[in-house]
């Protein structure tokens, strides 16, 4: 089994490189964000409790994170592999991944970065604003805040997995189909 995780700034392409990956390579994908809105979007408690937080561009709190992960792990046990988009975001998450794989006798097999800069993080994330109608894409003032946090909480997590020697780098400077295949030639 692999266990992938795609990483980088907000607006790098993360989501839509997985959706093509789920779709050439029969990957599962689980994106936080994604769960966290449906969680919004169905009014539970924990959908409660992360409005504030993702309205303001701030980062939800690792457990709830973590708990989210494992039971996708868990109900989903039977696909080829999973693609981790917009988790771990914290070196705290990183640990916690680790622990949650070790549990179920499995490792990570490799991070795939998606480097953009954060000029090109304003200007896409901009873009998307209109076509998928996300408040916190659509305000200058929290989107900031989610670069500062990307820089301060989610990019110490690069020194964690180069450490491991798990770490491969794709620079977006391309056309989304250029830059998915150096994606993918990571991934194969
Ligand atoms: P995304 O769709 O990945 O851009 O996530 C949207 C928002 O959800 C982020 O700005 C955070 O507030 C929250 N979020 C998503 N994933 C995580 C995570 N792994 N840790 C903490 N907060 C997260």
């Known amino acids: 089994m692999n266990y992938y995780v795609l990483f980088g700034p907000p607006g790098a392409g993360k989501g839509t490189f997985a959706k093509l990956l789920v779709e050439h390579k029969g990957y599962y994908h689980i994106s936080t964000g994604d769960l966290l809105r449906k969680e919004i979007a169905a009014g539970t408690p924990l959908g409660l409790e992360a409005k504030s937080l ?3 561009g701030n980062l939800v709190p690792d457990e ?6 494992r039971s996708e792990f868990g109900a989903n046990a039977g696909v080829r592999g999973f693609l981790l988009d917009g988790f771990p975001r914290t070196v705290a998450q990183a640990e916690a991944l680790d622990k949650i794989l070790a549990d179920m006798g499995a490792e990570l097999t490799r991070v795939v970065s998606i480097y953009i800069t954060d000029d090109e993080v304003r200007r896409r994330i901009k873009g998307r604003a209109a076509v998928e109608n996300r408040a916190d894409d659509a305000d200058d003032e929290i989107i900031t805040t989610r670069i500062r946090n990307y820089h301060e909480k989610t990019e110490p997590v690069i020194n964690y997995y180069k450490a491991q020697g798990k770490y491969f780098e794709v620079v ?3 056309t989304i189909e250029q830059n998915y295949k150096k994606v993918e030639v990571l991934i194969d």
């Open 64 to 69: 709830v994170v973590c708990g989210m992960i």
């Open 54 to 56: 993702i309205e303001k």
């Open 172 to 174: 977006a400077d391309g």
